[in-house]
């Protein structure tokens, strides 16, 4: 019987992937708590400031998931993390999109649905940017 042994590498993004990934976090949680911001004071210009950091998170997701395509097509194994890092990334976006129509809307109108989709978005960015960045895969598993 033979022992195969099975190594781990570490398949890290671009540095140019890296940060667009990182950057995705603070717009995100800047725009929860704005929003959070916003539900105590009832300031229209903390909905404003959510508004314009979640078009810079979308901004930034937008171009981490192209560089996500790009490696789900180069990548060796097709199922698994990269499926799921891109699956992921796609649903940050595209609910940060519907975030961003919500904070489109007047004043008060924002409230609450805003608030728990900046909640439900930056959760997403949070665990998109955790596995992007901490991609381990097994080197002879398919």
């Excluded at 590498?9 to 911001?37: E, K, M, N």
């Excluded at 210009?45 to 998170?57: H, T």
């Excluded at 975030?99 to 007047?106: C, G, I, P």
Aim: glycine share 8%; hydrophobic share 55%; aromatic share 12%.
């Amino acid at each position: 019987m033979t022992a195969t042994e099975q190594t781990l590498y570490r398949c890290t993004p671009s540095p140019l992937h890296g940060i667009l990934l990182a950057g995705t976090v603070p717009l995100f949680l800047g725009a929860l708590l704005s929003d959070i911001a916003y539900f105590k004071s009832y300031q229209i210009q903390w909905s404003n400031f959510a508004a314009w950091l979640i078009a810079g998170g979308l901004l930034f997701c937008g171009l981490a998931l192209l560089f996500a395509l790009a490696n789900l097509v180069r990548a060796q194994h097709k199922a698994g993390r990269p499926t799921l890092y891109f699956l992921l990334l796609l649903v940050t976006w595209v609910l940060g999109l519907i975030n961003a129509f919500e904070h489109a809307k007047d004043a008060w109108a924002v409230m609450p649905t805003g608030l728990v989709l900046s909640l439900v978005v930056s959760v997403l960015a949070c665990v998109a940017a955790w596995l992007g960045m901490s991609n381990l895969r097994a080197g002879g598993e398919a």
